[in-house]
């Protein structure tokens, strides 16, 4: 069964950090790209970030650019989302997901989501 | 950034019904665009890839259109399980982008 499964979420003051974490099964996790997405209480989608397939490049919104870094360890199956200087704008359920395929950047497997909450 | 503009925010219907949601890029994003389902509580579950190609294991009923900048999803005969909220991307540019959904609720 393809799956993923989200850890690392929790509650922390704003400016603080934490790492989340993406741990795959039942695929070639090394063949796919990889990608979070947030939705923040009560809201709508918001793409953070994607890697690609060997972690060699990796793209990220505005909004978190320079605060959050993706990064991915294949020989572990695992995704991580470093995310640092934390705002209340942060609060969101964290979903990890992996794209479709190589040449599509649809995102056709979703973990359940770890939640982040920002707040003193 | 491409901005992804879904309508109506809300449609009320009754099951059986057939539905169509509107999805507008703020400009070109070719037939790089997907629909998402999402019900409370869960994961986004991709139902169209490709402006018109259903995801691995999702039911007929469910077409995706278009290309460029408008896109449409025509659900064909709504189930109990379909009243949800419907999401549009696009990937055709970074960064990737989402509509702001279109909520379906029983009438």
């Known amino acids: 069964e393809v799956q993923l499964l989200e850890s690392g979420g929790g509650l922390v003051q704003p400016g603080g950090s934490l790492r989340l974490s993406c741990a795959a099964s039942g695929f070639t996790f090394s063949s796919d790209a990889m990608s979070w997405v947030r939705q923040a209480p009560g809201k709508g989608l918001e793409w953070v970030s994607t890697i690609t397939d060997d972690g060699g490049n990796a793209n990220y919104a505005d909004s978190v650019k320079g605060r959050f870094t993706i990064s991915r360890d294949n020989s572990k199956n695992t995704l991580y989302l470093q995310v640092s200087s934390l705002i209340a704008e942060d609060t969101a359920v964290y979903y990890c997901?992996?794209?479709?395929?190589?040449?599509?950047?649809?995102?056709?497997?979703w973990g359940q989501g770890t939640t982040v909450t920002v707040s003193s | 950034e491409i901005v992804m503009t879904q309508s109506p925010a809300t449609l009320s219907v009754s099951p059986g019904e057939r539905v169509t949601l509107s999805c507008r890029a703020s400009?070109?994003?070719?037939?790089?665009f997907a629909w998402y389902q999402q019900n409370p509580g869960q994961a986004p579950r991709l139902l169209i890839y490709g402006a018109s190609t259903r995801a691995t294991g999702i039911p007929a009923r469910f077409r995706g259109s278009g290309s460029g900048t408008e896109f449409t999803l025509t659900i064909s005969s709504l189930q109990s399980e379909d009243f949800a909220v419907y999401y549009c991307?696009?990937?055709?540019?970074?960064?990737?982008?989402f509509g702001q959904g279109t909520k379906v609720e029983i009438k």
């Open positions: 997901a992996k794209d479709t395929d190589m040449l599509t950047g649809s995102m056709d497997v």
């Open positions: 991307q696009q990937y055709n540019n970074w960064p990737r982008t």
């Open positions: 400009q070109g994003v070719n037939s790089n």
